[in-house]
């Protein structure tokens, strides 16, 4: 049985070797969006061009849950990164211990992407979750 992996939202690319979003930005103020819109909401105009976003992001706001649904372990981390000048993104960040300790506003983070699940022809949905960027990992690292 051949397995296809597909992404669970459009702008979740990984057909290279590290996956990266790719947002809508408007074509006369430059305005990023990560979802499809009709017109810019800053400025009205109505054409736009696919954009990559960075792999690197900026943790700028989370909540660490320590309550959810049966089968959903906690704690987890719930974030808002920002990536580029003004594309927020909600993701749970990963790889990382969940408290107030390990993890700060204005973290770099980067893509990483899991199977959430595989339906009975073997394609697999890919989602995707924020880590700690390895410029984090170094800086965290080299602190005394
Ligand atoms: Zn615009």
Do not use: W
């Amino acid at each position: 049985m051949a397995t296809t992996a597909l992404p669970i939202v459009d702008y979740l690319i990984f057909d290279e070797s590290k996956p990266y979003l790719r947002a809508q930005a408007c074509r006369s103020c430059g305005a990023e969006f990560l979802t499809r819109h009709n017109s810019c909401s800053r400025c009205g105009n109505r054409t736009f061009r696919e954009v990559r976003l960075p792999r690197t992001g900026v943790l700028e706001s989370f909540t660490i849950i320590h309550r959810a649904p049966p089968g959903i372990p906690t704690p987890y981390v719930s974030a808002v990164a920002r990536f580029g000048e003004s594309v927020y993104v909600k993701a749970r960040l990963v790889d990382v211990d969940p408290s107030p300790e390990r993890v700060h506003v204005q973290m770099k983070v980067s893509l990483t992407t899991f199977s959430a699940a595989t339906d009975s022809q073997g394609t697999e949905a890919i989602a995707f979750a924020f880590k700690p960027s390895a410029d984090e990992t170094d800086e965290m690292e080299q602190a005394p």
